[in-house]
């Protein structure tokens, strides 16, 4: 009976992780003993479809800009400074759509989404270009108020200078160099 018993036994229930190992659980331990990152995550298809079913359909929806008018109506701002930026060519790279699919892949991927703000001599508005989420810090200076400290690595294409290792050091950007977009 004892060599039976082995072979029909009841599969074991599942365990609560939480309960007696608590290091695991704050520390991002999982079950499968497997670490899991954004990118991992990604390679998993069900992930990688709902990332980019909604990104897609989030990027296709129509971008209007409105005011307000006098009589407390609205009507379409198309000369807005900021119209052609976003409903058209955010930078020389990407189209409107490609942008907004990739702010909201940042952001159903890591929770923010950020985008570097660059002006011309007079502050005007001339190009948005997005950052990765996971090489930015958010944090408040001693008066309160928001900082962001974005890494770059050597490795990266900056000032059209290519580097070789990935030796990191920080940028620090202020409010006015960084927008967020949050749900």
Not at 29 to 48: C, D, F, L, N
Not at 89 to 106: Q, W
Request: glycine letters at 8%; aromatic letters at 12%; one cysteine or more.
């Amino acid at each position: 009976m004892g060599i039976l018993s082995g072979l029909f036994r009841s599969r074991d229930k599942p365990t609560d992780r939480t309960a007696g190992s608590a290091y695991s659980f704050f520390l991002g331990g999982t079950a499968s003993g497997k670490y899991v990152t954004e990118r991992s995550a990604m390679q998993m298809t069900a992930v990688y479809c709902c990332v980019r079913i909604l990104s897609e359909a989030v990027a296709s929806l129509p971008l209007q800009f409105y005011r307000y008018t006098d009589d407390g109506g609205k009507e379409k701002a198309v000369e807005h400074p900021l119209y052609f930026l976003l409903h058209d060519e955010p930078n020389p790279e990407m189209t409107s759509f490609i942008f907004r699919e990739t702010l909201m892949t940042h952001l159903l991927l890591w929770g923010n989404a950020y985008s570097q703000i660059i002006r011309n001599g007079k502050g005007e508005v001339v190009a948005l270009y997005p950052l990765m989420p996971d090489r930015m810090k958010v944090d408040r200076d001693e008066h309160g108020r928001l900082y962001y400290e974005y890494t770059v690595y050597d490795a990266d294409d900056v000032d059209g200078r290519k580097g070789t290792d990935r030796v990191g050091r920080t940028v620090r950007l202020s409010l006015t160099m960084c927008c967020t977009f949050r749900d």
